[in-house]
């Protein structure tokens, strides 16, 4: 199973950007993908999450309103489109699959991907 989380990069606050992850070697449309994300010196957290169907999603408090999740089980990708960006947003972001449910919990996603950066300036 890879993971492969694409779209980072740097911008001022107040900008967006658009995350992806293409998955490749699980039969992608029967998983639950989520976004985490960690900062420097801290630990991981969980950003968002997104059923295998699309239909069912949930956000961090921190996020929600600027964040939308999505996902392409054509094109085996999850999205995550990021509005309004702030510089406590600076964080790798991460890619995660599991199967069944919707989780929070970082030690219940099975397989990960490698994380892009993104860096928010003020």
């Known amino acids: 199973v890879q993971l492969q989380a694409s779209g980072g990069g740097s911008v001022q606050a107040g900008g967006s950007l658009r995350l992806s992850c293409a998955a490749s070697?699980?039969?992608?449309?029967?998983?639950?993908m989520a976004w985490f994300r960690q900062a420097p010196g801290k630990e991981r957290d969980f950003v968002t999450t997104i059923s295998w169907g699309g239909g069912s999603t949930y956000y961090a408090d921190s996020v929600k309103g600027r964040f939308t999740v999505s996902r392409d089980n054509a094109k085996n990708t999850v999205y995550l489109q990021m509005e309004r960006l702030k510089p406590e947003d600076t964080a790798v972001y991460y890619c995660a699959a599991r199967r069944l449910t919707l989780s929070t919990i970082t030690s219940e996603y099975n397989y990960w991907g490698q994380g892009t950066l993104v860096t928010v300036s003020s």
């Open positions: 070697g699980l039969t992608f449309s029967s998983y639950v």
